[in-house]
């Protein structure tokens, strides 16, 4: 139980510390750069009252729930108890003094853009950042040339300013044109749980790992954030984005790497939810406000479920899962879906009309597993078994066509027996979230196996002329433990 007279100091402390602050806004939540094509890109921003995060001095709410019949409060212990959620805060404390607070502020902001090595900006105008959507922006920038490094710099400043009170400078690289054989890298993760980060203060060892890696590109394949336990209003969706995006390792990452985003349970509503569920363990939460909140927190176009094509020899494709999906209960059949019917023809349109080398899809939640028998939200599950096997066998007729998946909380590279189409799991940002399976119970679909956090790594190379996939598993500190290789056919 919190000792409310402790955290109401620190509290008291903290917003004391923050009336020196000199006037913002500033940029505390950092920039992401998303949707990149060999043309395009998103730059994504979002204006802030203070220049950094509060820290983890600092109090957490508390959630009690209230049983309906009886008025009594208690603690969560199991599942998600079918009572009204009572979020508490300590004395003297509030949204904005919270560990991890970043508030939002009104402002305008723009984005300076150039060839890497010149010295000539071009300029968007400034735009006012949206209140309604959390203080955030996010720009086109369009007409760019394929395969060539930008220099950003984001500015911002009040709306009543002349000059800009902050600036953030960072770099992406456009995707190559569609007929040139360049070799690409990209790494992926999922599954990056707030209390189980392994830098207290600093967030994840994976970025920097990854970052040394030099990667053309990340996906973020969901689980992004859980939301279950804290997550009861809007404004407490909105500060578990704020918290997680304010660390300075994801900061430094995402200025630097281009990233595409996919969400998942934990990050649309609740564990294992779908459009529809009804349930009162998120109090004033409600689905169709996760699904708003991931598109004002990422880069984001207009559709989430899309395709990248970067250079002759990669295509990968992004999916949604949680949209368009059927309640996990409802009985297994031909109308039972995960995608939609939408997605589904969408995806084997684009899949047959791609003419790379190697195509990659890319799931929030695994295809092939195997998962653990109690699980009925994946295609690997039972209960999608129709639509599951729908897939597979679509995808393993495919000329060099893979699955990468996220969502599950160990490392591992499967086959499925009936199709041979192969599944890499990335496994979670850090050790301490990693396990739901026992290292040892290595079945027949397993050509890899190992619980822990981490991520992968995929790349394409021609080698004397002949293309090559290979696929790579890190532990999170950047060491190598597995490495899969696959020569185009």
Known sequence: MITFRVVAIVAALIAAATHGVAEGPYFATGIKIGEVTSSRALVWVRLTQRPARVGIEAPLPEVLYKDSKTGELFERTRGHPDADPLVMYPEGSNIDTIEGAVPGVPGQARVLYRHEGKTEWNSTSWRSVDPERDYTHQFELSALEPNTCYTLRVEGRSANADDATASMDGRFCTAP????????????????????????????????????????FFVHTGDILYYDNLAKTLPLARWHWAR???????????????????????????????PGMESRFMGDFTFEQGLAVFREQVPMGRDTYRTFRWGADLQIWLVEGRDFRSPNTMSDGPDKTIWGEKQKRWF??????????????????????????????????????????ELRRFIADQQNMVVVCGDRHWQYISEDPETGLREYSSGPASDEHA??????????????????????????????????????????DGELLHEDIRISE
């Open 244 to 274: 997680m995006y304010s660390f300075p390792s994801n900061v430094d990452f995402h200025r630097n790497i281009p990233s595409y985003f996919i969400k998942d349970d934990h990050d649309t509503w609740m564990n294992d939810s779908w």
């Open 435 to 476: 396990g739901g399976w026992k290292s040892e119970n290595v079945l027949p679909q397993h050509k890899y196996l190992n619980v822990t956090g981490g991520f992968m790594s995929v790349s394409v190379e021609r080698d004397e002329g002949v293309a090559k996939l290979t696929i790579r598993h890190y532990g999170v």
């Open 177 to 216: 044109s569609s007929d040139d054989a360049t070799s690409v890298l990209f790494t992926v993760s999922t599954g990056q749980a707030y209390d189980d980060r392994d830098l207290p203060s600093g967030g994840y060892k994976i970025y920097s790992a990854m970052q040394k890696l030099e990667p053309d």
């Open 348 to 389: 084997k349109r684009t899949v047959s009309q791609s003419d790379a080398t190697f195509r990659v899809l890319i799931s929030p939640t695994p295809l092939v597993g195997p998962d653990r028998p109690n699980k009925r939200d994946n295609h690997s599950n039972r209960a999608f078994a129709h639509e599951g096997r």
